[in-house]
């Protein structure tokens, strides 16, 4: 709202006419990000770092639990320590932000800004790990990582972003492939669970998969325009890394081995999938156990009887009693209307009213923001139901969402079914592959869709490719994605 | 321990030998830092990054009940960007790293590596602030900065470290004072409460202050050497960046007014304030409010009489219910002469040691790391005392510290004396002042010490200047820092 703001939205566009448009007027009129002066970058504001916190809560908390511990990584890498692994940096030579003067003097070799830390970590792992006992190691590191964009969109694809990225060393393959999938697990969790936003797990392709990497598992969830969102990957690196740095150490029978390698990474892409998977033309629904205020109390025409702001102070306390993050909103030189407005805007689950008509009638309003609807309650009872509802708003935004994604996806044959299902209903397209390359290149030339993934959970959908038509055992998901 | 591992310290060095090698040998044989691929820069390891997660939880629960929020701004600024305030970048020019190529493209315009996000942040407030309503900004990030170092020591002066840097808007000069001392405040409570390092709290001189802002106040310790670090500071900027990047609001009286600055940061330095207080020539000691790991329990020669780890580990789990992070070292592969050593050296401050005899006895043996005396207790009181013994811990880690300090304070009325007392007793110096740039900057030629602050409490030492021998009316804390 501020005077010389460029960026000044006026009103959100809907989303049936511009989709993209509608995204960007949400995040930036909720002041949950803004673009910073150098293109293709962005700053979280605080309300938006208030939903990355929550994030990083919840997953932390997850990985210490599973016995990591965080560390702390340099932001700048040489050259020459990026190029050591071939796939590794033929996949990111061409994103990478270089460093090459330091002070006053040019540097004698330029310095990557990490896109990845895969290179020094593996570097200082090589020094440190010594003996089997010293395994697993079970690291992590919250950071920002930069990749030169193209073209990007705040938190779905931009030049920096924050993230964590895990990087463990096991003994044996298996341990390795168990840690891979568990963690992938975390995000699974933290996407439904947190964020209310049902995804589907499995593998991604050999194309698709991390440059560098043996097996990349990702969770992809649907947006509300029906395309793809890849919320989390966790890799299995093998032996790739720890042979071209040299990780070795002493195994039990006293020989000298390599371990086995995986890595993870979330990032604040996860809040783009939150907004495009339930906010509305008005602007944020945030599920409740994200929102960083999860109800609002509101007095309404306090000045008709003041007794108004007595029990609306003590009902919102007894909210905030509960353990509900709440805002009282008493503030005079706004109207009623505006704050209903405004609070509806940045997604509050539940508002509370009370004027003095409710109150004659011993009664309050509650507002809900997931189904705009109101419902009026004993004011006795406003404190259990505004409990239940985080809950019955947690659970009806999950279902909404994962109903909107079956309607939202096709099983198909053959590509004139492939085709029309994307063009009559945007969304998933379930259907079978041979696993040929070729197959996988000629369905994303022909319809810019792209193989999300070979679902964990694999269906008997027929037993020829939908290209190619040859035998086919695999069954994948495919769409459009951001 | 590692086969490569060139920073292998097979022996910490005594301190009283090279207290510089100590305080090396010591970071690095605990695992706490090593050192990075590039020069200056350092990584963060598991057990360290424990205790930059315990100094960041202390201090953003304190400045999150102060009302602030937290955002993230990017890591790359725009050169006439940082170039707007003239003190500003002047002051940080010779130490930022550039960016000059982004993907593989030269850019039309360097990007700095933020040394610090005044400018930047300055850049957007000004965009985004619009009326009075819209004040106090209360906001904070943690992040890492780049300052291009010659000389390093690991988290003392490293071209990268962590911190946290606040930014704050007030409508007036009062509010943008008392916000300024109020989160020294913080950061003091941070020294003192939770690494019981006691702090003089005071303010910079002009030419020790914050280039471009107006006051910087600052907490000062004195290391075991007798040599002070500076552990935080915060600054009231006053109106000088928001003049320079024409940040206004419409005030009270619907004129346009500049908002008061301010800006405060403490880093990963108070890590290595943390070692140089406590620690001692045979490894880490941790007051217990910051131990990772706060005690540890052995059970002793269970071979000879199994009961011993039944007894044990009831006794660890009891401790653990009473919230004390515990390891229960039962580790079968490691004698327990090398445990002991271990933990000494890595700072546990209880350790519990319970075997055969203790166990006929009914006893425990209590050893504790700050005073390296054992107790015998009885077995039923070991949990209760182990609760006990951790304040009595840190109480007594920071009364000696504090101790220390006043033995190693001398106070001066001139230059000879001031001499003599830096030479006989490395510590701080507290003498009168006249105020004069030219007065500080000689003393700082004739004995490298530097005025470290004017404290808030000021002492009548005299009223002469300590180099001058003019008028004098200001008491000072000289010491050579870190």
Redesign the interface.
Known sequence: ?????KNFVERITPMEDDFAQWYTDVILKTELV?Y???KG??????Y???L??KIKDFMDERFKAAGH??????????ES?LKKEAEHVEGF????????????KKLEE??A?RPTSET?IC??Y?????SY?DLPYL?NQW??V?R?E?TTRPFLRT??F?WQEGHTLHETKEEAMEETYQQLEVYKACCEELLAMPVIDGIKSESEKFAGGDLTTTIEAMMHDGKALQSGTSHYLGQNFTRAFDI?YSDREGNTSYPYHTSWGASTRLIGGLIMTHSDNRGLVLPPRIAPIQAVVIPVAADKNPKVLDVTKEIADKIKAKGITLRYDDRE?YSVGFKFNEWEMKGIPVRVEIGPRDLENNKAVLFRRDTLEKETVEIDNVVDRVVELMEEIQQNLYDRALKHREERTSVVSNMDEFKKALEEKPGFIKTMWCGSAECEAKIKEETTATIRCLPFKQEKLGDKCVYCGKKADKMVVVAKAY
Chains 1, 2 share one sequence.
């Open positions: 709202m501020a005077k010389n703001d803004d910073a002066p150098v970058f962005m700053v979280i504001r605080p938006g770092f208030a990355w916190e511990m965080n560390m702390y990584f340099p932001l700048l890498i040489p320590m030579a061409p994103e990478v932000a270089w460093v090459t003067h330091g002070g006053e330029r310095l800004v020094i570097t200082m090589s020094k440190w790990l010594n006992r690291y950071n920002s930069v030169w193209k030049s920096e924050l070795t030189n």
